[in-house]
């Protein structure tokens, strides 16, 4: 639902800024699937995430959705530009207000907050581009570089099959002895790099 | 549409119980006629007595009802009892004499019967006048009258036989002190269904014709079993014999464990079929509930998108006023002309239709946290639901599994069994070997029999199962004005939320009663007092649903009623007597909130209080206490004269 | 069968971290972490040799009162560590917002099972548990898991690149460039595809709004480009051209004339480009890994600190300047290696 993907853009957009300085789409779309993983991973359905992703050419997840909502964020001025380039952003008043609202007086969204903060949280340890380079080697977006147009992490789809066996295998290793969801968030994204991350 | 009698009169003569009056006299008005008095002073007797008045029947205490099948054979099982029950309350001396009189009217027609308290299929006068036109012909002896009667009385009513009118009278028109439940009382129940939800009478006898013809059967079966499993065993024994004999050790118990087993598996299936019904149950609860919470979802989305909704520039610019509006302004600018009147119309239009009203956001967020607290509730019963559902299914597959061990351990057995016989017969003993062959075939032809009964029965039961089709077309017809109907009453009563299913069993039919969202099939979910008076409901219901007329007799359990009830209670059978029913109830004087309320409700047009103190001597107790009654007397009175 | 996670998770510190500490200690190390980025705001991460940043696992407690050393309180400013000349420092920040700073080196062995101690020793970073410390793992590309470390324009990138990897090698990729430690002469066949790999790493890492850094195989002079850079938002294409100048162990001598060929070969190869993609911005990066020396042939104990850094400063004069006459062609940039006399 819209409203789910109106969140995400502001809890990350908010929290992205205070580590990064500011925000692009193109970041929220990165920590919004990671978040979306973590989920699958904790044993949630790829639909219980309230909006789809999808593959489009550059190789990074795309969500309709969290475009929309960064769009009409930015007309009620609830995230304005950080500077002249149109590209980033920061959260205005209106929108530091709105996500306090969303985030401490409803517990619609306290599940998803759980998966936004391991995201968020990754990118607190380790070194966003860092994060994203792995993130963009996990086996669905890898996949969807060599088809055309499709919903990713469509449970018919082979490449999400992939994922889900990488996360069993995950399982397996990690054999419940860890109750955050940042160790194995940490060690898939270091199995994808091909490199320990940490 | 039925129309059962409507009693007008009553004249009971010669009663040596009731030797203080003599003999009584009473004229019923329409409405509710209330007998009150003391325990032990004879109420339920009176009821009996008016009972006894019409059909000739008292029912036999002591007999066991739940085991009836048919009207017919309930009528003969108490014809005898009348005389024993009138045995102990009448003298010697007004032994000749004693005798009823009723007058009642169905429809247009009017009757008035007498009999003696000691015959029970005779009739000392019969009196049948339409528009007052004596309807008899002459000369008929006391049986011929009764016979007579019968017939009339059971056309009038609009019933199949007068067996039939003697059941309902006693089960459904009479609520008494031995207070046969219809609703815990599957054949009871479902006869009364039978003939109160259109199925044709002589269809209705019919099945119970099958009926009775599916038990024997049924019992059938069960001797010839029996009988087959005795020469088995007998089988079995000579074999262990010549088992001893020619060492060959029959195992000892086989045909315990046997048994056991299938005892077991009848258990688990019944544990199934229960579990199975909760399954649904669950189930469509979870389906409920998921459907309620993708519509919150939905709310939640739509309040949400409200908060960000705004009259956007687009359908400013497009809206055709402001066209026309714009154009016309052009149009006088570019001729010169006075602009003033369309720029007034321009400003109006703007700011009336198309200025930003503040969207008030705190109220709207208000409202997500409504919804949003909504679905987390939802959330949360769906999972209890789903736990439970998970439950369910689990005691299911271990009691599926536990059936088919059970089963094939059978199977194994009787495959042992079967080993062992083939093995000693080989054997060519001379002695017994002859024996056995006789006992074989016995046991052969035995099975054969038993086949063929079986048949008959399944097909017995195809042909009823039609019937009960037909009753439950004919019920869910009526559906939709019993249900509302029963509601009704019940809801007046418990205040609770009801609902009645029909459930065909291997049994009957039976209804099930379902008391806010749960059932309450068994007997000991209610309270002693609700399940009278959930019982009264159902009776009340029926007659409003299928009879023009009727009198209800009420021997009020009120001893055992909460007082939280009682009013209840009264406003329940207030409601009854307005729809023009007659309800002729006896109570106990010195309690009753019940009998406030309904003074309150009739008032003395439709009302009358009977002190049965007049009839008969009280006791030693009842004189001490006797001015506390007259006072509770005086009371209602004044209630039923009072405005 | 043992999975690459299993290796993963033996060597992870957060895994570390919750098993000694529990989930209390990733919340303390979460904390932490912030507080790590704020110092890397302000100083120059290779001033120091020993960099120390601790916290105390329970929350309001202060943890400093069982070290040794000269620690004093700071008034909320981190000033007095941007300017420190001191080799090491030792921080500790407390929940309620206090932080204690000193410049010797401290000990922090007697508190290791009370509070979350973050090391930086050299170029490497550790966490340590109960027992010892973790390693986080180098990575390519970036000063520091907590350093801040993005930039929005290639300019910004190949100048941090330029200083903090190049100059000495920081980057473990590039370092098999050399022949010996002293990172006198070059070795032989594969060190443009090294410093290709360790140029596309870093940009992959530390490019925000990066789409993507392809390298190019087959590198010759018609197709020039090491690198191709796409960006998310633009249809801006940056090409990277990567010559390096000095010595090869087998003589190969390359002098500042392939500096200039270079710049050449990127500006034939922009025209060609830009004729069949004529909707394509696109920019040249002339990119220049000056490992010179004079009197390079010499023996390693005859050379001095003037001969390895005599060319340091001696920028290459481009005939023509290709950044002035075009605008699709950026300055070129040189990124001098320095070498290692130490020994």
Known sequence: MKHFALFDVLYLGQNLETRIKDFSLNEIQILSYLGCLMS??????????????????????????????MELLSNKKMIVQSSKNN???????????????????????????????????????????????????????????????????????????????????????????????????????????????? | MFSFPKLTSISINNFSLYEKEGNIELDFINGVFCLAGANGLGKSTFLNLINYGLTGIVIDPSKDFTSIVSTSKFYSLNKKFAHKYFDGRVNEIDREASNIRLTFSIGDVNYEIQRSLFESEELTSYSRKIDDIDTLTNDLTNSELFSSYCQHITNDIGLASFDQ??????????????????????????????????????????????????????????????????????????????????????????????????LKNIELDKDIVLSKNKLSQTNHKISEKSYELSQKKAEYQSTFDNLFSENNNNSFLSDPRVITSLLDLKKEICDDKKTDENFKIFYTLIKDGFCKKEVNKDMGFDELKVFDKAITELEEKIKVEQTTKFRIETEIKISNNELINNSSRIF?????????????????????????????????????????????????????????????????????????????????????????????TSKGSTLVLIVEDTERSDFFQLSESQRYFIDIALRMALIEHSCNNATLLVDTPEGSLDIAYESRAGKMFGDFVDLGFNLIMTVNINTSQLLVELANKCKSSKMQLERMTEWTHLSEVQYQEEEKIINAYKRIEEILINR | MESKFCDIVSNLFIAKLEKDFGFEGIERALF??????????????????????????????????????????????????????????????????????????????????????????????????????????????????????????????????KTNVAKNTTCYILRGIWNDDNKIKIVDGSSEAIMRNSLCQFLRHRLRGLREVMPEQNVNERNPVDIKVFWNNTKHIAFIEIKWLGKSISNTTYS????????????????????????????????????????????ISELTVEDVNFYRDKEIAYQPKYEEQRDDFAKPLRFFLNANLSN
């Not at chain 3, 500096?259 to 220049?288: F, I, M, R, T």
Request: hydrophobic fraction near 35%; proline fraction near 2%; charged fraction near 30%.
């Open chain 3, 32 to 161: 932490l972490a912030n507080k790590i980025k704020s110092v890397y705001d302000v100083i120059d991460i290779r001033k120091f040799e020993n960099i120390k940043i601790v916290t105390s696992l329970e929350k309001y407690r202060t943890i400093n009162d069982k070290l040794i050393g000269t620690i004093y309180e700071l008034n909320s400013s981190l000033e007095l560590v941007t300017f420190s000349p001191s080799k090491s420092i030792f921080l500790e920040f407390t929940e309620s917002g206090k932080i204690f700073f000193s410049e010797d080196d401290i000990d922090t062995e007697s508190i290791k099972g009370l509070a979350i101690i973050y090391e930086k020793i050299g170029e490497y970073e550790y966490f340590h548990n109960k027992t010892d410390k973790d390693l986080l793992e180098p990575i390519a590309g970036i000063d520091s898991y907590f350093a801040p470390n993005t930039f929005k324009s290639l300019d910004e990138a190949l100048e941090h690149y």
């Open chain 2, 165 to 262: 009118f003697v059941f309902l009278q006693h089960f459904v028109l009479s609520f008494d002190e031995n207070h046969y439940l219809l609703f815990w009382n599957n054949e009871l129940m479902e006869t009364s269904l039978y003939l109160f939800f259109g199925v044709d009478p002589n269809e209705a006898k019919k099945a119970n014709e099958l009926r009775k013809d599916i038990k024997r059967f049924g019992s059938n079966i069960r001797n010839y079993v029996y009988h087959k499993n005795k020469l088995i065993k007998d089988v079995d024994n000579l074999k262990s014999n010549i088992a001893s004999e020619s060492d060959l050790k029959l195992p000892h118990g086989i045909q315990e464990e046997f048994e056991e087993l299938d």
């Open chain 1, 40 to 69: 699958i991973y904790d044993g949630n359905n790829s639909s219980d995430w309230g909006y789809f992703f999808s593959k489009n050419n550059s190789g990074y997840p795309y969500s309709i959705e969290l475009s929309n909502a």
């Open chain 2, 412 to 504: 194994e057995l009787e495959k042992e069994y079967g080993d062992i016989l083939n093995k000693l017969s080989e054997l060519a003993k001379s002695d017994y070997s002859g024996v056995l062959k006789v006992y074989e075939n016995q046991i052969r032809e035995k099975s054969a029999e038993i086949e063929e009964i079986r048949e008959e029965k399944a097909n017995l039961e195809k042909e009823f199962k039609k019937i009960e089709r037909v009753l439950n077309k004919g019920y869910n017809k009526a559906e939709e004005d019993f249900i509302p109907l029963f509601n009704k009453y019940a809801h007046n009563f418990l205040g609770l939320e009801v609902d009645l299913k029909l459930r065909n």
């Open chain 3, 256 to 299: 500042q004339r392939r500096a200039l060929e270079g710049a050449k070969q990127l500006a034939d190869y922009l025209d060609e480009y830009l004729q069949q993609n004529p909707n394509v911005v696109s920019n040249g990066y002339l990119v220049v890994f000056d490992a010179r020396r004079r009197k390079i042939d010499s023996p």
């Open chain 1, 87 to 198: 590209e980033y952003f920061n959260t205005g008043a209106t929108g530091i207000d709105f996500i306090d609202k969303l985030s401490n007086q409803l517990s619609i969204y306290s599940n998803r907050k759980q998966y936004l903060d391991v995201a968020l949280n990754c990118i607190t340890l380790a070194p966003f581009g860092v994060i994203r380079t792995a993130l963009l080697n996990e086996p669905v977006l890898t996949s969807a570089k060599r088809k055309s147009s499709i919903l990713l992490l469509e449970e018919s789809d082979f490449a999400t099959n992939l994922l889900y066996a990488q996360f069993q295998e995950l399982r397996t290793a990690l054999n419940n002895e860890f109750e955050s969801l940042l160790i194995p968030a940490f060690t898939w994204l270091s199995g994808n790099l091909n490199h320990q991350i940490g």
